[in-house]
């Protein structure tokens, strides 16, 4: 069974000022599921809904976000929950940390400024574990450090001693510390350079391929996806349009929004022409209807203007939101 | 060639911060003896590339004539920039030289319309008396970047996408009809969908306008298909420069080969090279003090030579790197 599986969600933020509702439909509609040991990789441009589909499958859902529709639902190894019904006392207790982890993109709002790092492993182990015996907890954190080739004086250092790849990858070994089923990884790499991207990616992936657990790599950059996902789903607008294994993404693309994403990749050694698309993402509180690609989409049909496409499974594992595919043109 | 055959000349410039009190404080050689020329009558794009803390950005500000060389001169059309003083040679300076900056949210401000500083541009930089004149001029502008008049007309920055915004930030830069555009990270907070239509714009206003592009980024797969020329930086220091195919399709200095390397390309096929692991090196303050060549620390291929005197410039396969492992082998 799916370590994760998520049906029909649909996610949107209500708010009201002076008497103006407004609705934002950030998830619409998103169905996936994470098997056990894979990285899937979770690709789209910025407000495309990436990081609301992630707050709902961590668990951090607060107004004015509501979930509207669907279900989250996890099978850890011994135990199952329900995302969406959880307490929160139990979700802090047996669930974060130990089953869910999560790695942000800006690792010096995760580690304490005044304090040193070993501090905020300690943190982490009297609020989701319980205090044990703090002799043996230190021990652990230095096995497990050193396991992933940092220094061991790292954890006598403040975070701004660190550059930010280590900042990095010290958020990567917190987050790994209690052999999580599940790491959430929302733009790991986004703001360090490339030589350093490579080594915290390199490490990401060491750690997975070790503990056998499930990796969500939430990344704008489909080039950092090619090299470590194993499958990725590209979403467009608050839904997922395509998602298929890493190489028939890359090499057989079926919905006219990915194919135009791989097709624009500029590459170093190719300097053939790169087309750009017209127009803009839409705006979440006024998206057109149907399918929310057809403004910008060079073979747009007129069902596509009125009818929101179905998700299609094809052969490979390649599953496609587009009316093209039902209409057996490509 | 004389000086004045080149739109911009800059001369062994270099900037030193100071870093901390008088007395206990360390000095950061943020730019090191950098020198490269752009050609006044071809125009071409080229490409400052380098990680955070290569000093991308302090040379930029030294182009911009924001800030004062500790040593060394930057000449623009023949005309040391440390000369310009006056208002009226300032403007006169930056009618030609134009910034486009990172974040386009950042660049408008969100109180007010983006077509503003459209017309405050044409007005102070006078291209136009008034705004009814100016109109024609900024109509103009927004045409060569795809837009028009219309589509920005009463709107704020918020009300545009990214990509759209940073084109009127183009638009806003080429008003005053420059010479020489100077694009810092003019595509990182752009989405993937837009990033190719504003560097297509950079191509086609070198091929149609004849505006020069000093193109400052670290991203090495755009800088390869937009650039003539590319020189990469490694903390402070020009390691290697020369044309874009030859630098980035053979590089020679140890550093640009990590750096290629480094760069995930999209292709899943080669990802067991890219997983390959390297060496990450030690913090940025020690780098920039290290004496002899500054990527010795982290260097495959590094020797003693290295660890004690800086390289000097070698000319070799048709382009400049401070390297020796080359040294005995230069072209004429």
């Known amino acids: 069974m799916a370590l994760l599986s998520v049906q029909n969600l649909r996610a949107y933020y209500r708010t009201e000022v002076y008497g103006i509702s407004r609705i934002v439909r950030a998830v619409d509609g998103v169905s996936l599921e994470l098997q056990r040991n894979e990285i899937y990789g979770l690709a789209g441009e910025s407000s495309c809904g990436k990081t609301t589909l992630i707050k709902v499958i961590s668990g951090t859902i607060k107004p004015p976000l509501r979930v509207e529709e669907g279900k989250v639902h996890y099978q850890f190894g011994s135990f199952e929950i329900d ?58 954190v230095r096995a497990h450090i050193s396991k992933l ?30 052999q999580p089923s599940l790491i959430i990884a929302d733009e790991p790499t986004t703001a360090l350079d490339v030589v350093v991207q490579r080594g915290v990616l390199q ?11 499930t990796v969500l790599l939430v990344t704008h950059d489909l080039a950092v996806h090619a090299n470590v996902a194993d499958r990725v789903a590209i979403m467009y607008a608050g839904r997922i349009v395509e998602e298929a294994p890493t190489s028939l993404i890359f090499n057989a693309p079926r919905h006219p929004y990915t194919q135009h994403l791989i097709r624009s990749l500029p590459m170093i050694g190719d300097r053939s022409s790169r087309a750009s698309l017209p127009g803009a993402p839409p705006n979440l509180a006024n998206p057109p209807g149907g399918c929310r690609f057809h403004p910008r989409c060079p073979h747009v049909m007129d069902i596509c203007r009125v009818e929101v496409p179905e ?6 594992n390649q599953r496609v939101a587009c009316h093209l595919l039902a209409e057996g043109r490509r | 060639m004389s000086t004045y055959d080149k739109l911009l000349d800059v001369q062994r410039v270099t900037a030193v911060f100071h870093i ?35 000093g991308k950005t302090t040379l930029a500000r030294l182009l911009l004539h924001d800030l004062e060389p500790t040593s060394g001169a930057v000449i623009f059309e023949g005309r040391d920039l440390a000369t310009i003083k006056s208002r009226k040679d300032t403007l006169e300076f930056m009618k030609k030289v134009q910034p486009v900056f990172q974040n386009p949210f950042e660049t408008f401000s969100p109180l007010r319309r983006v077509e503003d500083y459209l017309y405050d541009t044409a007005i102070n930089f006078g291209r136009a008396k008034n705004r009814r004149m100016a109109s024609v001029v900024v109509d103009e502008a927004l045409h060569l970047v795809g837009l028009s008049l219309e589509e920005v007309t009463r709107r704020y920055p918020h009300e545009l996408s990214g990509g759209q915004l940073q084109r009127v930030s183009v638009a806003r830069a080429l008003i005053p009809q420059p ?42 797969a755009t800088a390869y298909y937009i650039s003539d020329r590319i020189a990469i930086m490694l903390r402070g220091l020009v390691v290697e420069s020369g044309p874009v195919n030859e630098v980035l399709d053979r590089p020679l200095h140890p550093y640009t080969q990590v750096l290629k390397e480094s760069v995930p390309e999209p292709v899943p096929e080669q990802r067991a090279q890219w997983i390959r692991p390297i060496d990450l090196g030690t913090t940025e303050v020690k780098e920039y003090a290290r004496i002899g060549c500054k990527f010795a620390g982290r260097c495959p291929r590094v020797m003693d030579i290295c660890r004690q005197t800086n390289p000097p410039d070698i000319h070799v396969e048709g382009r400049i790197v401070k390297c020796y492992l080359y040294q005995g082998q230069e072209s004429s």
Request: charged letters at 20%; zero cysteines; glycine letters at 6%.
């Open chain 2, 179 to 220: 010479r020489l555009l100077l694009a810092d990270e003019p595509v990182s907070m752009v989405d993937a969908s837009l990033r190719m239509a504003i560097v297509n714009l950079f191509r086609k206003l070198r091929d149609e306008q004849q505006v020069s592009v000093i193109y400052i980024t670290h991203d090495l």
């Open chain 1, 203 to 213: 490490m990401l992936k060491e750690i997975q391929a070790e503990s056998n657990n």
């Open chain 1, 311 to 316: 998700m299609m499974t094809l052969p490979g």
């Open chain 2, 20 to 54: 901390g009190s008088i007395i206990g404080g360390t000095r950061l050689v943020a730019v090191n003896d950098v020198s490269f020329s752009l050609d006044r009558t071809r125009p071409e794009i080229f490409t400052l590339a380098g990680e955070s803390g290569s």
């Open chain 1, 83 to 140: 995302m969406l019904h959880i307490s929160p006392e139990d979700l802090r207790r047996n669930v974060r940390w130990k089953e869910i982890s999560y790695i942000m993109q800006g690792s010096m709002s995760v580690l304490n400024p005044v304090r040193r790092v070993i501090t905020t492993f300690y943190d982490i182990v009297t609020t989701h574990q319980g205090y044990t015996d703090r002799k043996a907890f230190l021990g652990q």
């Open chain 1, 149 to 178: 080739g940092l220094p061991p004086d790292v954890l006598n250092l403040y975070p701004h001693q660190l550059s930010g790849g280590m900042r990095q990858r010290v958020a990567i070994a917190l987050a790994t510390i209690f």
